[in-house]
């Protein structure tokens, strides 16, 4: 197998605080998920700087000011690059009149920077460039990079939902941490676009967002979902765990050696999640959940 790297020190599962904003929780709720994650071995942390319409980083760090000690046991993740719609906000200029791309050295720092401080956090694990620009300089990033790391305000950086052509230009000038990408039964694409055959390539253990598909697998009634949810339902059972133990396995299978992050606020789904990492799927398995997820054997 590939020696696969984690210079991040991501935990195997990584909790994300995407939806945050939306669960209407106090300070000592949030705190509360954020400890019992912690508890069972989720350490790390997904954030991006526009979750919750730029709200979700301030909503963790208030919660994380009412138990400093817990940052030295937890890696903080964010991601940075979308700007949406918004007025103008102290230190990144003007009004945003239309939501765009934006790996300007300017709002890389001025985002990383505001992500500390929203986070409570004199540092970053993890900085990601959300989504590719098209307008990217890479030697102008490459150099606010280096340069925030020389700083101690990030340590190691890495992209979100880039195609392997885009990564490459931006991995040759700094060594990349990883790539975080969607993939689950539901979204197969970075099996077979080379997104994956790249990450195991380089070595970049890649960050594996909506895992569950955001939860289609269990709710949604269209004939592909239900076809995937008898499959799951009857191996899960065969097997003695629950569906969502299941597909965390399946998707941990790759030997690109992913790294999950959920995305649910109850600390049952990251209990299940946790158990699958004892697991290993036989590649008949994995390729009977590919199937049902595809409606069709492989050619």
């Not at 000690?69 to 918004?86: E, F, H, N």
């Not at 150099?143 to 195609?163: I, M, P, Q, W």
Request: net charge neutral.
């Amino acid at each position: 197998m590939a020696v696969m790297h984690n210079p991040a020190g991501l935990s195997p599962i990584v909790a994300g605080a995407w939806r945050l904003a939306e669960w209407g929780w106090t300070p000592q709720q949030r705190l509360a998920w954020i400890e019992a994650n912690l508890d069972l071995g989720v350490t790390s942390f997904d954030h991006a700087d526009i979750y919750g319409g730029y709200s979700v980083e301030a909503l963790f760090g208030e919660a994380l000011a009412l138990r400093p000690a817990l940052r030295s046991r937890m890696q903080l993740v964010s991601k940075c690059g979308i700007q949406l719609v918004a007025p103008a906000r102290p230190g990144f200029g003007a009004p945003t009149q239309v939501k765009h791309y934006d790996t300007a050295a300017a709002h890389v720092r001025a985002s990383a920077e505001h992500s500390l401080r929203a986070l409570r956090s004199d540092h970053l694990d993890l900085l990601l460039i959300h989504r590719p620009d098209a307008l990217t300089d890479f030697d102008e990033l490459t150099d606010t990079f280096e340069a925030l790391r020389r700083e101690g305000k990030v340590r190691c950086f890495g992209v979100s939902n880039f195609a392997p052509h885009q990564l490459a230009p931006l991995h040759c000038r700094l060594t990349l941490a990883t790539h975080q990408i969607e993939l689950s039964p539901l979204h197969l694409d970075a099996l077979h676009d080379g997104v994956l055959d790249q990450c195991q390539d380089l070595g970049l253990r890649p960050m594996i967002w909506s895992p569950l598909a955001g939860g289609r697998i269990f709710t949604a009634d269209g004939e592909r979902e239900r076809r995937l949810r008898q499959t799951l339902e009857r191996m899960a059972g065969e097997l003695g765990v629950s569906v969502t133990t299941l597909v965390i396995a399946w998707v941990l299978r790759h030997p690109s050696q992913p790294l999950p992050i959920l995305g649910s606020r109850r600390i049952e789904v990251a209990r299940d999640a946790m158990a699958a990492l004892g697991m290993q799927l036989g590649a008949q398995q994995w390729w009977q959940i590919w199937t049902a997820a595809s409606g069709r054997e492989v050619p």
